[in-house]
């Protein structure tokens, strides 16, 4: 009961907190999955296994001219020079099709983040376990061919299991190998998130490091890839700036952890000056795990000073957002310099960075230019919490509550 004498219904908790909402997107994957699984099957199973078999036969025909027949679909006639004639059928055990369907499932649920990079990946994997899966058949009719139908039964059932699990485990490694960045281009991951040569001042638990070791690999000469190729010499000049801007605004340059303080500050300058969008992840992260307020505090100022470029993504909105908490966070005790002395019997006047804020709609016009904010000179000023823009450099401030 409360003071009024009202027992206050109990608060509802909301079913969709925490691992509620992580266990929506899961289970959608899996559906997602199954579904790949289930409709595959249904409609590729039957086209493939015709495929196999014909290939099986064209293939046989080569090696043993007349001694091999694909006129049935699905099945593979052998003539043994014995008279002894073995249909040989392509069942769903010996067809590649679950092999095939379980990577498409992969790349869909657990790779499609990578884009392209999976689609290519995925390609490159189908192809080998076609390949592979059309040798372990060739090699059991061969076997069929040279020492009869139990030869063909033993080496497919045995041999054959053993070859489509390597295979499978194979074709997955070599997916998910193409689908993942390599080591030396880790740095100019397109989701900004890999970690080349990490500084230690902005390393975080699980987002991996390269050691100083890898260096002298990365030296030994310039590599040929189809990327450069392309770019070099098949697409137009516009287009290859176009994915270049794309990508380096998307980039982290772990480097400038590693410079001295001075110079991170005027590599912040030199990439502000080029645009908040054209350097936008790597300024995202000096806002996210830089340590020195120096550095902060030209960032901030950088932001700042751009207002009139226009918000192009949500890296730049970031950026703003953050140096607009951490300008009125850093407050009049972190500038330079003491205060200018005022007269006897006046108030000092406190300078305090701000930042225009647009006025809501429908609210009143105010003068050209605002009085600034003026506070009593023994009145002390209590210790503002750096909120968001960043906690961790006050570590002695209360933390507001959320």
Sequence with gaps: MTAGGLALPPARRSPWRAANRRLLPVVLDLLLAAAICLLGFRYLARPLQVLEAAGLARVLGWIAPGQASGVVPTHVLLFRGDGEIIDAV???????????????????????????????????????????????????????????????????????????????????????WIALPALDRAEQDVEGR????????????????????????????????????????????????????????????YRLGHLPVHERVERVRELTADGLGAHAASLVAVATYEQDPAVLDALAEAVAARQWEPVTGDRVAALRLWARGWLLARGPQDDPGP????????????????????????????????????????????????????????????????
């Design 90 to 176: 392509v069942t769903l055990s010996c067809s590649s099709v679950l092999s095939v369907l379980g990577l498409v499932a992969l790349t869909a649920v657990v790779l499609r983040g990578r884009g392209l990079h999976a689609v290519a990946g995925l390609l490159v994997a189908v192809a080998a376990l076609l390949v592979l899966n059309h040798g372990r058949l060739l090699l059991s009719a061969l076997a069929g061919l040279w020492w009869g139908e139990g030869a063909l039964v033993g080496f497919h059932d045995w041999v054959g299991t053993l070859w489509n699990l390597v295979a499978t485990l194979g074709g997955f490694l070599l997916m998910v």
């Design 194 to 253: 890999h970690t080349a040569r990490r500084p230690d001042s902005w390393a975080r638990p699980g987002l991996g490091y390269r050691g100083p070791e890898d260096d002298d690999r990365r030296g030994r000469g310039r590599r040929v890839t189809l990327t450069g190729l392309l770019h070099r010499y098949v697409y137009p000049r516009r287009l290859s700036g176009w994915l270049a801007a794309h990508r380096e605004a998307r980039r982290i340059d």
């Design 339 to 402: 205060p200018p002395a005022s007269p006897a019997g006046t108030q000092a006047t406190v300078p305090v960075c701000r930042i225009a804020v647009p006025r809501a709609a429908g609210a009143p016009a105010g003068p050209a230019s605002a009085p600034p904010r003026v506070r009593p000179a023994h009145v002390d000023a209590a210790p503002r919490p750096a909120t968001f823009a960043r906690p961790s450099l006050a570590p002695d401030l209360p933390e507001a509550s959320r």
